[in-house]
C-alpha cells in the first residue's frame, strides 16, 4: 500500500468511527486530524471541505462487491442481504441513522440520501437483472425488499440492542419464499446451507 493510501484509509477509517461513535455533528476536520494523527493540512490537501471528506469516507461502504457471473438466487438473496445493511452497520451507525431522521444535520443528509441513492442504484441492478434472467421471481417489488431488509436489522437493534446471532440467515429464510422461483426442487438444500458469513465477522 503506497503513503497517499494509508493516508486515505486513515483518514476515511477515523470519519466513520466518529460517524457510528457520535453521529454527524462528531465529524468535523479537527476531530478526524485528532484521531488519525493527522495533521489537518493534510486532510484539507485531500478534503477541501467536510462535506467532501464525508462523502469520499462513505463512498467506501457503498460500493458492493460485484457478483460472480452465475451466482444462484440463493447466493444473490445472500448478497443483498448483506450489503442492503451495510451503509448503516459499517457506514452510519445508529447514531446517524437517527440523525437522518431527524435531519439533525442538513449537510451530512445530503450527503447521505446521495451515497444511499448510488447504492441502491447498484443493488436494484443485480436483483433487476436476476428477474430478467429467469433466476428470481418477477413479481415482487425490489425497493419494498430492500426497505423491508433494511427495516428488520434496525427494529432488531431497536428491540434488543443488538442484531443478534444468525440473524442473516433468519432474514433470508423469510425472504427466500419471496424470490424464488416456484419450482422447489432445491428448496431444502438451499434454505438449510449454513450462512458463510459470520453475523458478526463481516468487516471492510
Known amino acids: 500500500m503506497s503513503p497517499q493510501q494509508r493516508v486515505e ?3 476515511a477509517d477515523s470519519t466513520l468511527h466518529l460517524l457510528r461513535t ?3 455533528r462528531a465529524v468535523t476536520v ?3 486530524a485528532g484521531h488519525s494523527g493527522f495533521a489537518k493540512t493534510t486532510i484539507y490537501r485531500r478534503h477541501p471541505n467536510r462535506r467532501d471528506m464525508l462523502t469520499s469516507a462513505l463512498s467506501r461502504v457503498a460500493s458492493p462487491t460485484p457478483l ?3 451466482t444462484g438466487a440463493a447466493e444473490q438473496l445472500r448478497w443483498l442481504i448483506d450489503h ?4 448503516v452497520e459499517y457506514g452510519i451507525g445508529l447514531g446517524g441513522f437517527a440523525a437522518l431522521l431527524t435531519e439533525d444535520d442538513p449537510e451530512f443528509t445530503t450527503v447521505f440520501r446521495q451515497i444511499l441513492g448510488q447504492q441502491r442504484a447498484k443493488l436494484t441492478a443485480v436483483i433487476e437483472t ?3 434472467e429467469g433466476s428470481m421471481r418477477a413479481d415482487f417489488d425490489t425497493a419494498t425488499l430492500i426497505d423491508a431488509i433494511v427495516g428488520a436489522y434496525i427494529a432488531e437493534h431497536a428491540r434488543t440492542g443488538l442484531a443478534e446471532d444468525g440473524w442473516r440467515q433468519r432474514l433470508f429464510q423469510l ?3 419471496v424470490v424464488r422461483l416456484t ?3 432445491n428448496q431444502t438444500a438451499v434454505v438449510d446451507k449454513p450462512v458463510e458469513a459470520a453475523d458478526h465477522g463481516h468487516a471492510h
Do not use: L, Q, R
Not at 442492503?84 to 451503509?87: D, L, Q, R, V
Open 183 to 185: 419450482s422447489e426442487s
Open 84 to 87: 442492503a445493511i451495510e451503509t
Open 130 to 132: 436476476a428477474k430478467a
Open 22 to 24: 457520535g453521529g454527524p
Open 30 to 32: 479537527e476531530a478526524v
Open 68 to 70: 460472480d457471473a452465475g
Open 175 to 177: 425472504f427466500w419464499p
Open 9 to 11: 484509509d486513515g483518514i
